[in-house]
C-alpha cells in the first residue's frame, strides 16, 4: 500500500504513521516531593540527605535494585548511580529534554535509578525529591498509569506533600497540583521544509501548549550561523489545568493532530517532487561529507535529515551504515569524544572528521 494510501489511525497513532521519522519520544514525567521538606532550601543538609536515603529505600522496596557504582559509562548502565562520578553519556537521556546545564541544582549530585528495562527512571535530587520519567514511547496513557502506579507504591513508604485544595505540592511552582509533565519529540522537516511551521506553532502556543527547538538555534554572536536549522521540536504540556486523564488526553489529541500536519507536509512535498526538499537533503548531506568543524547539535542535525530521507523514500541505506547515523547523537557527543580524543582536542573538528565518512558515500550515492 502506498503511503497517501495508509490511512491516519486514532488508535495508537504512533505506530500507524506512514514515516517513522515524525517522532522520536512520547515522555511522561511524574514529580514529587516529601511532606517535610518541599521546600530545599528550609532544610539542613543532614535533613536532604534524610530525604534523598528515605527515597531510594523507597525506590528499592517498590522494585528496582539498591546497588550503586561509581561508573556508569557502560552497555549496561548499573541500576542505581550517582552523577557525583560524571554526568550520563547523552544516549541516557533518550527521550528526555536534554539539561541545558548538566551543574543545576536539578541534576547536580542527582541520583539515577533504572526501574524498567531502561524506560523507566527515577531521578533523585535535592529539588525534587523524586522524578519518575516514562521514556518507552508507549501512548501517554499507559506511561501515565506505569508511573502513578509507581509513584503510589513509593509514596506508601516515604508519603509525598500533597494538599486538598493545591494537590501535590513542589518547590517548583509550575509542578504543583499533578505534578505532571508531558513531552513529545518531534521530527518536522516537513513543515520546515515546506515552511509550514510557523502557524503550527503559533496554534499550539495560542492552546497553552510550549513548542522549542531540541537544539537552540544559534544567536546573532555565535560562531555558526548553520548550526542545528532547528527541525526537531520538544512539545510540551507542564501547566495544564484539569485531572491527569484530562491533561493527558489534550496531550495526546494535540500531538496527534500535529503529527498529521507533518505527514500531509511531507507527502505533499514528496507527490510534487518539491526541489526545495531535494535542496535540503543534498545540503545537509554535503555538509556532513565536506564540513571540517561541525557542534554536536549540526551533526545530530545532518543525521537526522539522512534518516528522514531515506524515510521519505529519496535514499537507499544499507543496514550497517544506518546502524551508524542513527547512533551518531551519542557517537559523536562531547562526552564521548572528549574520552576518546584525550585532553585538548578540538571536538568539533573531531566530530566532522568522524561524521565525513558516514555521509560521502551516501553523497557520492546519490551523485552516480
Known amino acids: 500500500m502506498s503511503r497517501i494510501g495508509r490511512r491516519f489511525s486514532r488508535g495508537d497513532w504512533v505506530s500507524h504513521l506512514p514515516f517513522s521519522t515524525i517522532v522520536f519520544h512520547r515522555t511522561v514525567a511524574l514529580y514529587r516531593n516529601l511532606e517535610e521538606t518541599v521546600f530545599p532550601e528550609r532544610a539542613t543538609p543532614a535533613g536532604l540527605e534524610n530525604s534523598k536515603t528515605r527515597v531510594f529505600d523507597a525506590i528499592a522496596a517498590a522494585g528496582a535494585s539498591a546497588r550503586k557504582a561509581a561508573r556508569f559509562f557502560s552497555d549496561s548502565p548499573p541500576a542505581i548511580f550517582e552523577s557525583g ?13 536534554m539539561p541545558s546545564d548538566m551543574d543545576a541544582s536539578r541534576w547536580n549530585a542527582a541520583s539515577f535509578a533504572d526501574m524498567g528495562g531502561g524506560a523507566v527512571t527515577a531521578v533523585v535530587n535535592a529539588e525534587d525529591h523524586l522524578a519518575l520519567f516514562d521514556r518507552s514511547n508507549a501512548p501517554f496513557s499507559r506511561q501515565w498509569r506505569t508511573l502513578d502506579s509507581l509513584a503510589e507504591k513509593i509514596g506508601r513508604i516515604a508519603p509525598f506533600a500533597k494538599s486538598e485544595e493545591y ?15 508531558l513531552f ?3 521530527s518536522l522537516f516537513g513543515l520546515c521544509v515546506s515552511r509550514e511551521i510557523e502557524p503550527s506553532l503559533n496554534a499550539l502556543e495560542r492552546i497553552g501548549f510550549e513548542a522549542r527547538p ?12 548553520f548550526d542545528a536549522p532547528g527541525c526537531r521540536y520538544w512539545i510540551h504540556s507542564a ?24 505527514q500531509n507536509a ?15 537533503i543534498m545540503r545537509s548531506i554535503a555538509a556532513g561529507a565536506f564540513a571540517s ?7 545530530v542535525d545532518i543525521s537526522l535529515a539522512i534518516l528522514f530521507a531515506e524515510d521519505a523514500g529519496l535514499l537507499k541505506l544499507d543496514s550497517r ?36 565518512p558516514l555521509a560521502l558515500p551516501i553523497l557520492e550515492g546519490v551523485i552516480r
Request: proline residues 6%; aromatic residues 6%.
Open 293 to 299: 568543524w561541525m557542534s554536536w547539535g549540526e551533526a
Open 184 to 186: 513529545c519529540d518531534f
Open 85 to 97: 562520578a560524571g554526568h550520563p553519556p547523552h544516549g541516557y537521556f533518550d527521550g528526555l529534554p
Open 266 to 280: 511531507r507527502l505533499r512535498l514528496i507527490e510534487t517532487r518539491s526541489p526545495q526538499l531535494e535542496d535540503f
Open 167 to 181: 494537590g501535590y505540592l513542589a518547590a517548583n511552582p509550575d509542578r504543583v497540583g499533578t505534578g505532571m509533565e
Open 321 to 356: 551504515l544506518r546502524e551508524k547515523i542513527a547512533a551518531v547523537p551519542e557517537s559523536l557527543s562531547d562526552s564521548v569524544l572528549a574520552g576518546q580524543a584525550g585532553d585538548g582536542a578540538d571536538l568539533k573538528a573531531v566530530r566532522a572528521q568522524r561524521l565525513k
Open 214 to 225: 531540541v537544539f537552540e538555534p544559534p544567536q546573532d554572536d555565535e560562531e555558526s550561523a
Open 239 to 262: 501547566r495544564d489545568a484539569g485531572t491527569e486523564a484530562d491533561i493527558v488526553g489534550r496531550m495526546d489529541s494535540v500531538c496527534r493532530e500535529l503529527a498529521r500536519q507533518e
